[in-house]
């Protein structure tokens, strides 16, 4: 049976609909398959409008194209499909290390040997060593823009469906078509699409391993969920920004309170844990010995390279204005004092799950944890953000249009931080379009409609006959305080998406709009990281008895 909270705040529960995004363009276009006695047909065509605006968005630029000599992400990608066709294993980790020499873990190696694999069976030329490097082609960038929308097809989406689908059942009372529309909600966000199909990455591997690892969770198949998340730490290593909840969660199910103790269960994730670890491993080993894991782990926490290298919209690179970290501190007192100050942050949420281990807090959890290792932790890239918002945008399940106004709100101010990246790529105009599209789809965009548009304009049956304007400013919290701070953040960045494209910076601040950009987006995602312990901490005592 489904279980439903009794609010207990109404800073949480202000407003909870009877039908999620019930007023949006999504909701008309999905909804009449509600009465099927089968959802899949509503799933499906949701999937292939992910894949379709996938595809729209893979047309465009890519990191690194035509700027050589190092080009970008998108070449760093085909070089390791290169380097894992043409050399023995032994080599992998050690190969011309000054030219995206592989820095991942070993999963991401075995995933471009595959696909490297089968590109040499369509086009050789593509992957001949060393001769193809900054090779760029259409049919090149076509093949590697399917790779990733099959990656993610195979692993993340599959995966946001069935959350979806039982959190619908089992906490929120949501039917079928409820689930598949909240999944679109999710799976139409823009930051992942533009980075894995625009910039070109493979984030989506690891987030999908990430959340079957949660699903495994929410099954209480632990020995499962063990593995689905080293595999996704072994994909990326950003994954470790879920570490301390997964291990605090499964510590807390395995031995808390003493008197439960399960040493059974605990022996089992050890084992689930060790063994694929030493099955991803194992190659690296018998090839060249215990030296190729210290050059992996090299390889893959590189603090050499500083607390940060590029403007990132985290605590340190924003008081960096202030605070020349660099001159002040040497790069090991730096990684010592951003350990302590990242231990610090995730504190709460760790001692919470510990102490509640309740499977409707696990998106809460893993939302603050890695929003405090993004903001307070060494080597933070402004690709990091796509880490805390996947367990972020996984509160859209949720009834209350007031933590979905949350959502939306910070998902919003995720896509612009990535801003300055996105303009290098030369992805303005995907950029732009996903933005509009994304809000537009979930019904942000229905207080333009409604409020500036004569009615014979209004797009939707829903939105154009049924809703008062009253019911469309679900964009803005209702509560005065955070209303007023998604109002000035979306105005700040407004303002400055509109000085950059009107002004050039001048030459004594060369980098006044990114550090604009940055401060804004991280004085947002400081609240946010805040508004989120804050709802973990409340909701810790509600009484739901856990499915």
Not at 151 to 177: D, K
Not at 182 to 194: D, G, H, Q, R, Y
Not at 400 to 428: E, H, Q, T, Y
Not at 469 to 474: L, V
Request: glycine content about 4%.
């Amino acid at each position: 049976m489904p279980h439903k909270r009794t609010p207990s705040s109404n800073l949480l529960y202000a407003r909870i609909p009877g039908i999620s995004f019930e007023n949006s363009p999504v909701f008309d276009f999905l909804s009449p398959f509600g009465p099927a006695p089968n959802q899949w047909v509503a799933r499906y065509i949701i999937i292939i409008f992910a894949i379709l605006i996938r595809l729209a968005v893979g047309l465009g630029s890519y990191s690194g194209f035509n700027t050589p000599p190092m080009y970008g992400d998108f070449e760093a990608q085909r070089h390791w499909m290169e380097i894992t066709q043409h050399l023995s294993i032994d080599k992998w980790y050690f190969y011309d290390l000054q030219y995206w020499g592989l820095d991942y873990p070993p999963l991401t190696p075995f995933h471009s040997y595959f696909f490297g694999k089968l590109g040499s069976f369509i086009n050789p030329s593509w992957f001949a060593l060393d001769v193809s490097r900054g090779f760029e082609s259409v049919d090149l960038k076509s093949y590697m823009r399917a790779t990733a929308i099959l990656s993610e097809l195979l692993c993340f989406i599959p995966a946001v469906i069935w959350y979806c689908r039982w959190m619908g059942l089992n906490y929120f009372n949501q039917n079928a078509i409820e689930q598949t529309i909240i999944a679109s909600a999710i799976l139409f966000n823009p930051s992942l699409i533009i980075i894995d199909h625009g910039h070109f990455q493979y984030n989506s591997v690891m987030l999908g391993f990430a959340l079957l690892s949660i699903l495994n969770l929410l099954y209480d198949n632990f020995a499962l969920a063990a593995i689905f998340f080293v595999l996704s730490i072994s994909f990326k290593q950003m994954a470790l920004y879920y570490s301390p909840i997964m291990f605090f969660y499964m510590l807390s199910v395995s031995c808390w309170p003493l008197k439960n103790f399960n040493l059974l269960r605990l022996a089992t994730i050890s084992i689930a844990v060790l063994f694929t670890f030493a099955t991803l491993l194992l190659p690296f080993v018998l090839v060249d010995g215990m030296s190729q894991i210290g050059q992996i782990l090299f390889r893959v926490f590189p603090f050499s390279r500083g607390l940060f290298e590029d403007k990132v919209a985290n605590f340190w690179c924003t008081t960096n204005i202030l605070v020349k970290y660099k001159q002040l501190f040497t790069d090991k007192t730096l990684t010592r004092i951003s350990l302590v100050a990242t231990l610090i942050a995730i504190s709460p949420s760790c001692f919470i799950i510990f102490t509640h281990p309740k499977k409707v807090l696990l998106p809460w959890a893993f939302a603050a944890c890695s929003w405090a290792f993004y903001l307070f932790s060494f080597q933070v890239h402004e690709k990091s953000v796509l880490v805390p918002l996947m367990p972020t945008t996984l509160l859209l399940v949720e009834k209350d249009l007031d933590i979905i106004s949350m959502v939306c709100w910070i998902s919003n101010i995720a896509f612009f931080s990535m801003w300055p990246l996105l303009k290098r790529d030369g992805l303005a105009l995907e950029y732009f379009v996903l933005g509009i599209l994304s809000n537009w789809l979930i019904g942000n965009l229905n207080w333009i409609s409604k409020w500036l548009l004569p009615s014979f304009l209004i797009p939707g049956p829903t939105l154009s006959k049924k809703v008062p304007k009253r019911d469309t400013k679900t964009v803005v919290h209702t509560h005065w305080f955070w209303g007023s701070v998604t109002f000035v953040s979306y105005l700040g960045a407004t303002v400055i998406q509109f000085l950059e494209w009107l002004y050039v910076p001048p030459a004594k601040y060369p980098d006044l709009w990114v550090i604009l950009n940055t401060t804004l987006s991280f004085a947002c995602f400081g609240l946010f990281w805040l508004w989120i312990n804050y709802n973990l901490y409340i909701l810790r005592d509600f009484k739901i008895k856990d499915a």
